[in-house]
């Protein structure tokens, strides 16, 4: 029996959010076709059923969770909302799982060798992150550059963290970091 229109949405929906944890979690060429389709129980020739090549799955990864992960981001970019926003995204919870985090954290670096859907796929996840921010509400361009900044700040933190593993340095420039961005001391 031929599956409906639905079930392959499904599965390729599956396919997609499966594909985003594993690659944000330990980076895309760590993470072949073969063990994103067996983590769903699918063959790989299914894979090629719903996807071209594994860089169309990377690209639509990276949006999948650019989308799922600026969905908490502050709607109104106002100032308390932009601070929760950079206080969730400097915790501890978001440096110890990149599986469930921002995909630029995560993928940023790879995505800058990657193709070219790979890389438009990461510059619309940052603009949407800076969208959520309220980059485009900014009042003046000191604010916007201090939101750019801010950022960047923020990702670079995030990233050298994870590289650092737990090791005391990643939980100081974390909290350095914090100090900067969020006043805490």
């Known amino acids: 029996m031929r599956r409906s229109r639905e079930d392959a949405a499904e599965t390729r929906r599956n396919i997609v959010e499966a594909a985003s944890r594993l690659f944000r979690a330990r980076g895309v060429a760590e993470v072949g076709v073969a063990e994103t389709m067996s983590a769903l129980g699918l063959t790989v020739g299914g894979f090629y059923k719903h996807f ?64 070219g859907a790979e890389r438009e796929a990461m510059r619309q996840a940052i603009e949407r992150a800076l969208a959520g921010l309220g980059l485009e509400r900014a009042k ?9 900044a801010g950022f960047a700040t923020a990702v670079g933190a995030v990233v050298l963290a994870r590289a650092l593993s737990g090791a005391k340095i990643g939980d100081e420039l974390i909290g350095a970091v914090r100090a900067e961005l969020l006043g805490e001391a």
């Open 52 to 115: 071209r090549s594994k860089d169309a799955l990377v690209a639509e990864a990276i949006e999948a969770a650019s989308l799922e992960t600026t969905a908490s981001l502050a709607a109104d970019g106002d100032g308390d909302a932009r601070r929760a926003a950079f206080a969730a995204y400097l915790s501890d919870a978001h440096v110890a799982n990149p599986a469930y985090g921002c995909p630029v954290a995560a993928l940023a670096g790879e995505a800058a060798h990657g193709g």
């Open 140 to 148: 003046g361009e000191r604010e916007r550059r201090r939101l750019l």
